[in-house]
Every structure is written in structure tokens, then in C-alpha cells.
């Protein structure tokens, strides 16, 4: 778009990050717990995205389609696998997740995906001062100490949502314009273990 001067609006950044999107029962099981713990404390700052385990945390770029073809390209060269979800665990006192087992599969997907990025767009992960941990998050951001503490009580009487997760998909989800929601944008499936590579 034209100022008055007649120069061009730089192009706005928008914000994205990538990761493996939960679907189908385990998404379903996932779902209803944080609807439970929202309902029943009062937050609501984990039900800004669907469930999921962050694989490249959130970035700006003005033009995302170069990063496409290499997410694709990656999916179709990796297997998908199952990871056991071992416990409810925290970070501080402001986060509640389901921790799956860190498994050396997600640290290798996750390390391919930091390389496509940074290849394709020249993004890089930025605020990390410790290895990763993958989890997912049933509560978060809006999560004061004295509320984390009772969910922390009513997580001890419940069973973990599901037993595992299929780690069956690489998904870029974007953060809608209107703020604070974020959504898939893109999504690109791993090959079934008994799928041959192409």
C-alpha cells in the first residue's frame, strides 16, 4: 500500500511456530481436560492454541511460503512414531503439562526442523538457555501461584488424559490477526512406518 509520499508499507511480520498437532481421540482426550481445568479454576491462557508439542518456538517473518516445500519435503522423509506420556509435571508456578517420554526421536525431528527453517527463511530460535522439553500444556499464562497450587491438588486424582501420542505430523500454526488465538495454517503428514519412502 501507497503513503502520501508515495513509498510502500513495509510488509507486516507475522507471527508462527511449528509443531506436531494433536488429532483425532488423543486431541479429543486433551481437549476435555483443559476445558475441565478452565472451567473449574478459572483460566483459560492454554486454550489460545490446539493441543500440541512445540517443535521450533514462535517467530516473525513477513513471507512464510519459502518454508513450506522444506516442512513438506521433511514430513515425507520421516517416520512417525509413538511416544509414551509418562506424568503431569510443571514449570515454575504458572504451568501445568503431560509430559511424554523425551523421546531422541523428537529431538531429531526437532533439530531437522530448526535446520529447514533457518535454511529456507533465516529464522533461528531464539530464549533458549536449557535443552528443550516436550510437553504438553493443560494451563498456562493466566495462572497465578495460589491457583497453580490447586490444580496441582485436582491433577493428583486424575488419570492421564491418554497413554501415548502418534507423533504423526509437523504443523505450522499461525497467530490470527485479531490477537491472541493461534491456529494451523499448514499441515504436513510423516509416512506411516509401513508406508516406503518415496
Do not use: C
Amino acid at each position: 500500500m501507497n503513503d502520501i509520499l508515495g513509498t510502500t508499507s513495509p510488509t507486516p511480520r507475522k507471527k508462527y511456530f511449528i509443531g506436531f498437532a494433536l488429532s483425532g481421540r488423543e486431541k479429543d482426550a486433551f481437549d476435555g481436560l483443559r476445558e475441565k481445568i478452565s472451567k473449574e479454576f478459572g483460566v483459560r491462557g492454554a486454550l489460545s492454541s490446539p493441543p500440541h508439542v512445540t517443535l521450533f518456538r514462535p517467530f516473525e517473518t513477513t513471507d512464510v511460503e519459502p518454508l513450506l516445500p522444506g516442512l513438506e519435503k521433511l514430513a515425507g522423509e520421516s517416520v512417525a512414531f509413538t511416544v509414551a506420556l509418562t506424568k503431569f509435571a510443571a514449570f515454575g508456578d504458572m504451568v501445568w503439562f503431560v509430559e511424554p517420554e523425551q523421546d531422541r526421536r523428537l529431538f531429531e525431528l526437532k533439530e531437522r526442523i530448526g535446520a529447514t527453517v533457518a535454511q529456507s527463511i533465516g529464522a533461528r530460535e531464539s530464549g533458549f538457555l536449557r535443552p528443550p522439553h516436550f510437553h504438553v500444556t493443560l494451563a498456562y499464562k493466566d495462572v497465578f501461584p495460589a491457583v497453580h497450587g490447586r490444580i496441582g491438588e485436582f491433577l493428583k486424582s486424575e488419570p492421564l488424559p491418554i497413554g501415548s501420542l502418534t507423533v504423526d505430523n509437523i504443523t505450522l500454526f499461525g497467530l490470527k490477526s485479531d490477537g491472541g488465538i493461534w491456529e494451523p495454517v499448514n499441515f504436513f503428514s510423516l509416512r506411516n512406518p509401513s508406508e516406503p519412502r518415496g
